[in-house]
């Protein structure tokens, strides 16, 4: 177990503070996927989001830039979480079979870390939350992790 508190902070970019992108598969009772306003501009239509981005196309009377100070936060944990899942990848046995499961010491906290292998893909998760978690697409003829 641990202690660390690796709860990330608001996702403060270069996009409008309101503007979010709801990613992959969702209830078809639900929207579906794509970009999202906190304080009700509809999206639905092509390009609502264009006065979201960082290089604002178009004008929105709600736009509000992240301060300095929350970007630089944001920007502090994705740092860690980068150098979190580098330290992961770099322990873990090379390489994991195909159709395998198994756990370690988390190198960057030292919780319970899962890994597991199939074919076509990879699953690396911390059980701390936020420590460290993803998945990617390996060929199932080639080695993993490299
Ligand atoms: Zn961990």
């Not at 270069?14 to 979010?20: D, E, K, M, P």
């Not at 736009?63 to 100070?69: G, P």
């Amino acid at each position: 177990m641990t202690t660390q508190d690796f709860t990330p902070p608001p996702r403060a970019r270069q996009h409008c503070r309101h503007y979010s992108y709801q990613m992959g598969h969702v209830s078809p009772l639900e929207d579906g996927s794509g970009p999202r306003c906190a304080v009700g501009v509809k999206m639905d239509d092509l390009g609502a989001s264009e006065p979201c981005m960082p290089k604002p196309a178009g004008w929105c009377p709600k736009r509000e830039e992240w301060s300095k100070e929350e970007r630089a936060t944001w920007a502090r944990w994705a740092k860690g979480s980068r150098a979190r899942l580098a330290t992961i990848i770099a322990a873990l046995p090379r390489q994991i079979e195909v159709n395998s499961i198994n756990a370690m010491t988390c190198p960057a906290c030292g919780g319970t870390l899962r890994y597991g292998r199939w074919r076509g893909g990879a699953q690396v998760q911390c059980e701390t939350p936020h420590c460290c978690s993803v998945r990617v697409n390996v060929d199932e003829s080639k080695g993993w992790p490299a």
